[in-house]
């Protein structure tokens, strides 16, 4: 189990400079356990845990999307949605160049690169979400319109 003091992560950096109220959610990370581990470790909802997918279209342009933890993104719809002519995952080590974090420990915010954020809807509807603090084993609690504010994330319909 991480000890109690949140790590300085870039992630971190961004929500505290913005005066973001936020609860660090340590948990004892599991790999390969993902949203339903860290669920569990924290006796919360999975729907509750967002995570950080980084994605790309069919230029090759990176982009993130924000998904309930138990569920999958369709990228028919996200392509759809965001009018472009395909969506796929980026493999990991291409997901940590552009973030400048590992998988597992992806954070939207303090990310290496600036990426378009795509927010699936009904997680803006939550009245707090748990995501990932830019270290494996550490979520932060937060208000969902934090996303939108700071991440300026675009709400679309693509969970399946």
């Not at 992630?11 to 949203?35: I, Q, S």
């Not at 980026?90 to 600036?114: D, L, M, N, W």
Request: overall charge positive; proline content about 8%; some cysteine.
């Amino acid at each position: 189990m991480p000890k109690n003091d949140p790590p300085l992560t870039p992630a971190l950096r961004v929500l505290k400079t913005a005066g973001v109220a936020f609860t660090p959610r340590p948990y004892r990370y599991e790999d390969h356990g993902g949203t339903e581990a860290a669920a569990r470790e924290l006796g919360v909802d999975e729907h509750r845990v967002v995570k950080t997918l980084v994605m790309r279209d069919e230029t090759g342009a990176a982009l993130l999307v924000l998904m309930h933890g138990d569920r999958k993104v369709s990228t028919k719809a996200l392509a759809r949605a965001i009018g472009v002519k395909a969506i796929t995952a980026c493999p990991p080590e291409t997901a940590q160049k552009h973030t400048g974090y590992q998988v597992g420990g992806i954070s939207p915010f303090g990310t290496r690169q600036t990426m378009p954020v795509f927010v699936e809807q009904s997680i803006l509807e939550l009245p707090s979400l748990f995501i990932n603090a830019g270290k494996r084993g550490w979520l932060v609690e937060i208000a969902p319109e934090v996303l939108t504010r700071l991440l300026k994330a675009r709400p679309v319909k693509a969970a399946i």
